[in-house]
């Protein structure tokens, strides 16, 4: 198995916090290769993330906590559920459910970040063409609150995210029927995904404190999302075309 350990810390605490992350990755009778882990620090807390493939599937976890130890047990054992999951085993997750991830839905006024540079990244990245049920599975196996996607059925730009009552909630740009065969509890949003600039978006979710916003930007037409990231920044992600 690759492994390689990148960031935070000196390198005797980078040695030692790859060593439980990797024995989590060999403990089951799964393919396992491409183990990276990365820390960083963010808002006084540790972040550590890990991607590797996991029967030929791509994984991610990412955690933060208050210190090395208690980041790289949790990082341990979430990448053990992300292996099992990969592996044929992926189920809907349960609503409430404590294995979500570390980043806050929706962040306290006191503690929100204001100020010019609030948006610290866009990614362009090609948006996936599936099914909602394919995103969420992305979505989980990948350890992201929401994903931003093509709706295949309607050729819409789409985004699944954890919600209530059901666990998994689905956006399109404007209302179409809900999908159908849905093999997962899907919640689907009504309501058309407000047209707005980025920056509007970006001071949208300062004044609500949600953790992320799906839009259509008003230059493209395209769906967007823009997310809170561990550190109360913002990310912006993209479609490539």
Known sequence: MAQELTGYGRPTMR???????AQAAALFDVVTDDLRVRLSEAGGRVVAQANACAA?????VQVAAAGLGEAVADLAERLSCRILEAAACWSARAWPDTDDASVPSRIPPGERVVGPALLARVKAVP???????????VMDLMDYPVHLFVDADTGLDA????????????ARLRPVPPPTPNTVRL????????????????????????GHLFFIDSGTGRGQLIYRRFDTRYALIKDTR
């Open 15 to 21: 040695d030692a916090a790859i060593l439980p992350v």
């Open 56 to 60: 030929g599937r791509p994984i991610r």
């Open 127 to 137: 948006l996936a063409a599936c099914s909602p049920e394919v995103a969420v599975t």
């Open 159 to 170: 985004v699944v995210y954890r919600a209530g009552p059901t666990g998994y909630r689905l």
């Open 187 to 210: 919640t689907v949003d009504p309501r058309p995904a407000p047209t707005l600039e980025a920056a509007q978006a970006m001071a949208r979710l300062d004044q609500t404190g949600l």
